[in-house]
């Protein structure tokens, strides 16, 4: 049989056991805590780098909206002006073919006038 202090050292050797296994336990919870706390942290991370790419295009879009915006814009100040180089391109023309026919009916009226005339003489 054994003595106490046989069974005491068995105890305490025990009990050491015991308390590494919980300062093993304190670590590992610990080392899950670390764990979690970085995958937040990571988490964290990708949703604001996704947030600011989201971000990034959305300006690039309002600034690509802007230039789309202002080429419009001149090219409606174009077709303006297009439009109204034609009108007054249109307008001349019609002023000379108002005056070429002005012409036209007085030459027709004038060698009328002298086509009587020559009649008249003639007649007399």
């Known amino acids: 049989m054994r003595s106490p202090q046989y069974?005491?050292?068995?105890?305490?050797?025990?009990?050491?056991?015991?308390?590494?296994l919980e300062k093993e336990i304190e670590i590992l919870q610990t080392e899950k805590?670390?764990?979690?706390?970085?995958?937040?942290?990571n988490l964290e991370a990708v949703q604001v780098i996704q947030q600011n790419q989201k971000d990034r295009k959305q300006l690039q879009l309002q600034a690509e909206n802007?230039?789309?915006?202002k080429f419009v814009y001149q090219l409606q100040?174009?077709?303006?002006?297009?439009?109204?180089?034609?009108?007054?391109?249109?307008?001349?023309i019609i002023h000379q073919?108002?005056?070429?026919?002005?012409?036209?009916?007085?030459?027709?009226?004038?060698?009328?006038?002298?086509?009587?005339?020559?009649q008249l003489s003639q007649a007399i």
Do not use: C, P, W
Request: net charge positive; proline share 0%; no cysteine.
């Open 7 to 20: 069974y005491m050292e068995i105890i305490r050797q025990k009990d050491q056991q015991i308390g590494n």
């Open 77 to 92: 100040h174009n077709l303006r002006t297009l439009e109204k180089q034609l009108n007054e391109h249109q307008n001349q």
């Open 66 to 69: 802007i230039q789309l915006k």
């Open 97 to 118: 073919n108002n005056q070429q026919s002005n012409q036209e009916s007085n030459i027709k009226q004038i060698f009328q006038t002298i086509y009587q005339s020559i």
């Open 33 to 41: 805590q670390v764990a979690q706390q970085q995958a937040r942290i």
